[in-house]
């Protein structure tokens, strides 16, 4: 699973990155996790699976779910205060789930 996460600059998503790539290996998940800014990230989204928007740059949601779309990737916003407590567990229990459900899909 290959979990992009998009924020204003990329740099302050870089704490839950390892938050998140933490938890994945504790639960034994093989993953990658990386954050970009808004501006590469479109560049990104084929090397992705999920692509998980920070609440800083949720405005940008209904462009970011038209190029998911086209490219079969779920598109959705990270919790707020999952971000702002930087739950990587959490976060990416919200990752597994969307992976989830593109599979079932």
Same mark, same amino acid.
């Given at each position: 699973m290959?979990?992009?996460?998009c924020?204003?600059?990329?740099?302050?998503?870089?704490?839950? &990155?390892?938050? !998140?790539?933490?938890?994945?290996?504790?639960q *034994?998940? /093989?993953?990658? +996790?990386?954050?970009?800014?808004?501006?590469?990230?479109?560049?990104?989204?084929?090397k992705?699976?999920?692509?998980?928007?920070?609440?800083? &740059?949720?405005? !940008?949601?209904?462009?970011?779910?038209?190029? *998911?779309? /086209?490219?079969? +990737?779920?598109?959705?916003?990270?919790?707020?205060?999952?971000?702002?407590?930087?739950?990587?567990?959490?976060v990416?229990?919200?990752?597994?789930?969307?992976?989830?459900?593109?599979?079932?899909?």
């Amino acid at each position: 699973m290959n979990i992009l996460l998009c924020c204003s600059v990329g740099m302050s998503s870089s704490l839950l &990155v390892s938050k !998140m790539k933490k938890s994945a290996f504790n639960q *034994g998940i /093989e993953c990658k +996790i990386w954050a970009v800014s808004v501006d590469i990230a479109l560049k990104q989204m084929d090397k992705a699976d999920i692509l998980l928007l920070g609440p800083q &740059v949720r405005y !940008m949601l209904p462009q970011f779910k038209q190029a *998911g779309k /086209e490219r079969g +990737i779920p598109v959705e916003v990270i919790n707020m205060l999952h971000y702002g407590t930087v739950n990587g567990n959490a976060v990416l229990s919200f990752a597994k789930q969307l992976y989830s459900s593109k599979e079932e899909g």
